[in-house]
């Protein structure tokens, strides 16, 4: 049975609104969708791809404009390029309970292994007389669905990153090289899950925080849900850049970019039930369960400038490029749907409800502030055909402010590094090989990290080639990246791992004799 109360539908709305505002988590963990996934910016170059992502000291390639527009100084004519990539991905949680102070029954349930629990004999006989000493649902708590605690999931992804066209020229006597684009700024594509949500939190509460003495008069309440949220799309970015040669081996380099984008965004929470949890035992019904699904879009618009300098010598190389603060704004509508049980029984395999149905829609706008970046590196010629470069990226993203939809701002994110370190081999005229890994690092920490502050961490791999073909250039890269991390808390700890592959290609070609 189905009723519609308006009046509750406005309190629902009122309630999104709010959680519209909440502090930006990566992982989830509850918190509302907002700007996952804009930590990590594209780079665009395959060549500093298969390089390990070192942007500096990699000459001649147009695809370094935005990251290090310095670097268009290398050009030897003008140049045109085009580029894409082919992304594959897939990850999964495993969660795994042990016992729980009081309540053996919890752990069965969440881990999804009732099946395997007989039921208890719950009659016992006192002087010949048989009595009920215990009823079942004290014991063994049967699940409402077939959902499971763990998940997996896979996606692929293909899309152009770059184009591009740059030209040198004189004015004075300085030499300057020129050049326009249109990138991929950020790829904002996010998946997360979680089968055992409890709100409020259970396993810390059993364990000690609270006294259970009473809890047979006024029992410890939760709400169990499955919970994902998903985005699909990217902000891209269209902007010049223009660098100097100061000098024969001095550069420097400024570049802008206007960044628009959108992306379609989906948040679901399904019921599972209401946690009654006694001195000793614990119970799992439905009244007060609510789920809910939002559907909607994002909007992304900002600006972002850089500015760069190189010197580059016979045997040694070195450059650094500083970002100034952005803003970028966010503006979103989605649609919900709601239901809540207000009440229910179980008779036999029967369960019996009264739904509360509720529908609406949101929209408001928040935005991020992102401070000063920087990154620096140097290249180190070690013999005229081989190459080594290590660079390093600074991003204090703990400083960056989230102001959520309703005014209030909060620092959401940890600062992070990214290190590069690669190289690049002249096989012959015609071929370079280049090779390299980098440690990314995320602007979150897995739950009850050893260290607080210390963000999850990871390698990527990158292996990569150019073919030069007359004036053309082919340059190709492949990126293996492998994150996981565990998160835990009291009795339970959750595996979460990632692998990515991404295929990165460009060709670029230069006009000779125009310098």
């Not at 709400?223 to 223009?242: F, N, T």
């Not at 040669?245 to 970019?257: A, P, R």
């Not at 502030?369 to 190459?387: A, E, H, M, V, Y």
């Amino acid at each position: 049975m189905k009723h519609t109360d308006n009046t509750f539908a406005y309190v629902i709305l009122l309630c999104l609104c709010l959680l519209c505002s909440q502090q930006v988590v990566a992982q989830g963990y509850g918190n509302p969708l907002t700007f996952q996934g804009l930590s990590q910016t594209t780079t665009q170059s395959a060549a500093a791809r298969g390089a390990g992502g070192i942007a500096f000291g990699i000459r001649n390639d147009v695809s370094l404009m935005f990251t290090n527009p310095a670097s268009l100084s290398s050009l030897q004519g003008i140049q045109f390029s085009i580029g894409g990539l082919q992304r594959s991905g897939s990850s999964y949680q495993e969660q795994h309970y042990s016992g729980v102070q009081g309540t053996s029954a919890l752990a069965p349930l969440l881990e999804g292994t009732t099946r395997l629990v007989s039921d208890p004999d719950t009659n016992a006989y006192y002087g010949g007389v048989k009595v009920t000493v215990r009823t079942q649902a004290d014991s063994v708590q049967r699940p409402f669905d077939s959902i499971g605690p763990n998940w997996s999931r896979s996606n692929a992804k293909s899309a152009p990153i770059q184009l591009y066209a740059a030209a040198p020229f004189s004015i004075g006597g300085i030499r300057l090289v020129g050049g326009v684009g249109a990138v991929e700024y950020a790829n904002l594509n996010w998946y997360y899950q979680n089968n055992n949500v409890m709100s409020p939190s259970v396993l810390s509460v059993l364990n000690g925080t609270i006294a259970t003495a009473g809890l047979d008069r006024n029992p410890y309440v939760s709400y169990w849900y499955q919970s994902y949220q998903q985005r699909d799309g990217s902000i891209y970015g269209y902007g010049g850049a223009l660098s100097a040669s100061i000098s024969e081996k001095l550069s420097v380099g400024v570049s802008g970019m206007i960044l628009n984008g959108s992306t379609d965004d989906i948040e679901v929470q399904a019921g599972r039930g209401r946690m009654l949890f006694f001195t000793s035992s614990m119970r799992l019904d439905r009244p007060g369960t609510t789920s809910y699904t939002k559907t909607g879009t994002s909007d992304y618009s900002g600006a972002e400038f850089a500015l760069s300098a190189e010197y580059t010598s016979r045997y040694f190389n070195f450059g650094f490029s500083i970002k100034p603060p952005t803003t970028i704004t966010r503006d979103f509508t989605m649609t919900f749907s709601q239901d809540s049980v207000a009440a229910s029984k179980r008779f036999l395999s029967k369960i019996d409800s009264i739904t509360v149905h509720t529908s609406g829609s949101i929209s408001g706008q928040d935005k991020i502030t992102i401070p000063w970046r920087g990154s620096f590196g140097i290249g180190l010629w070690i013999k005229d055909n081989l190459k080594f470069g290590i660079s390093y990226e600074i991003r204090p993203y703990a400083s960056a402010d989230y102001t959520g939809a309703n005014g209030s701002v909060t620092n959401p994110w940890l600062s992070c590094s990214i290190l590069h370190v690669g190289g690049e081999l002249q096989a012959n005229p015609w071929l370079t090989i280049r090779g390299g890994v980098s440690n990314y690092q995320e602007v979150y920490q897995p739950l009850t990290a050893g260290i607080r502050g210390e963000p999850v961490n990871y390698p990527v791999y990158g292996l990569g080639c150019g073919v030069k073909v007359a004036n053309g250039v082919l340059n190709v890269a492949y990126e293996y990246a492998d994150m996981k991390y565990v998160d835990t808390w009291s009795n339970a700890v959750s595996i979460n791992r990632q692998f990515t592959s991404s295929i990165v290609a460009s060709f670029s070609y230069t006009i000779p004799g125009i310098n």
